[in-house]
């Protein structure tokens, strides 16, 4: 027999770059004293109930894209997520479904994802496996290396496509008064190709350093 669905509830993922910077907290790490953000997932167990919106612009289209996406997920980590944008120009609508499992195996790795999406604009459903290790390369946590790759193949092609990079973040606390920022260095090991990020709370700017950019803010 089958068993009951799982019940999924809706929530805003937190971030150390959110609008709303939650209050620095004072921990301890092998003896070391480091500050840390509080989320709002510590404080309380229950889940916020949001949709995340923002407006997007890119150097290849050079389109106004409004962009909306929300998350439903519940206790077992299954994890629905559910986007679309509206371009301002010509009315064009995409929208993506992806659905996944999420897994925690601490001994190996910090994270993996697997699970199927499905695009407009491919119109296919896509089945694929990611991971991700994380490593901090300073005690208080600030400076990471991330090691990312994904194995992804549509129902309709007949091979797999493979996604590997390697990401240098560094975060900064009250760059200014209430402003966070965050900066990112990444290489895609598939295309050798060099990447940016610079993020601060409602602001982010990605780049190839050559010919593409895009810019997003936050509503």
């Not at 500050?35 to 510590?42: A, E, H």
């Not at 923002?54 to 997520?81: M, P």
Request: net charge positive; aromatic share 10%.
């Amino acid at each position: 027999a089958l068993g009951t669905p799982p019940r999924f509830s809706r929530y805003r993922q937190t971030d150390a770059l959110a609008r709303r910077s939650p209050p620095l907290a004072p921990a301890v790490r092998n003896g070391v004293r480091r500050t840390r953000r509080i989320s709002k997932k510590t404080r309380s167990p229950q889940r916020r109930a949001a949709m995340e919106t923002s407006l997007r612009f890119d150097s290849r289209t050079k389109h106004l894209c409004l962009f909306a996406k929300e998350k439903f997920s519940n206790d077992d980590n299954y994890v629905l997520t559910v986007s679309g944008s509206l371009d301002t120009k010509d009315g064009r609508v995409e929208s993506r479904a992806y659905v996944r499992k999420k897994f925690f195996p601490d001994a190996f790795l910090s994270r993996v994802d697997m699970g199927l999406s499905y695009a407009t604009t491919a119109d296919d459903v896509t089945y694929g496996i990611n991971g991700k290790k994380s490593f901090e390369l300073t005690d208080d946590g600030l400076t990471t290396l991330d090691v990312k790759g994904g194995v992804s193949m549509g129902s309709r092609s007949r091979g797999a496509d493979v996604d590997a990079r390697v990401e240098l973040t560094q975060k900064i606390f009250n760059f200014q008064e209430d402003q966070d920022l965050k900066l990112r260095v990444g290489v895609d090991l598939s295309s050798r190709k060099v990447y940016g990020q610079i993020r601060e709370n409602n602001w982010t700017f990605n780049t190839d350093f050559k010919e593409k950019w895009d810019v997003r803010y936050d509503l």
